[in-house]
């Protein structure tokens, strides 16, 4: 059996050429995915952080009671709010009443002077 030298050396710098690229794309299809790894626990440790965050902000919100307290407590001033108003306009009413004495008074003083 007579082999050729040339041909086995062609088939075996083939087969190292085909061996070297299945372990290139291997190793970086390794690569990326690794990257795409790392870049995927970054964004969910900044999820994480956010939600977290979030978590706080809900706890610290006034719930269904808090909010119930706060309503009665508006309604009781806008009550007292009122009676405010009138005895507001009861001070008015007597301050306008007091001017309008004032006046005549003296409007009597100039015209007896």
């Known amino acids: 059996?007579?082999?050729?030298?040339?041909?086995?050396?062609?088939?075996?710098?083939?087969?190292?050429?085909?061996?070297?690229?299945?372990?290139?794309?291997?190793a970086t299809r390794r690569e990326d995915v690794d990257i795409q790894f790392e870049t995927?626990?970054?964004r969910m440790?900044?999820?994480e952080a956010r939600l977290v965050a979030l978590e706080v902000v809900v706890n610290n919100?006034?719930?269904?009671?808090?909010?119930?307290?706060?309503?009665?407590?508006?309604?009781?001033?806008?009550?007292?709010?009122?009676?405010?108003?009138?005895?507001?306009?009861g001070l008015r009413d007597g301050q306008l009443r007091q001017e309008s004495i004032l006046g005549r008074h003296e409007d009597h003083l100039r015209e007896n002077s």
Do not use: C, W
């Not at 050396?9 to 794309?25: D, N, P, Q, R």
């Not at 719930?63 to 119930?68: A, F, N, P, V």
């Open 1 to 26: 059996m007579n082999i050729d030298l040339d041909l086995v050396v062609k088939v075996a710098t083939f087969v190292l050429a085909l061996g070297s690229v299945v372990f290139t794309f291997f």
């Open 61 to 89: 919100m006034p719930g269904k009671d808090e909010m119930h307290q706060l309503q009665l407590m508006m309604t009781e001033m806008a009550g007292d709010m009122k009676a405010v108003r009138e005895g507001m306009r």
């Open 45 to 47: 440790e900044n999820y």
């Open 40 to 42: 995927g626990s970054k």
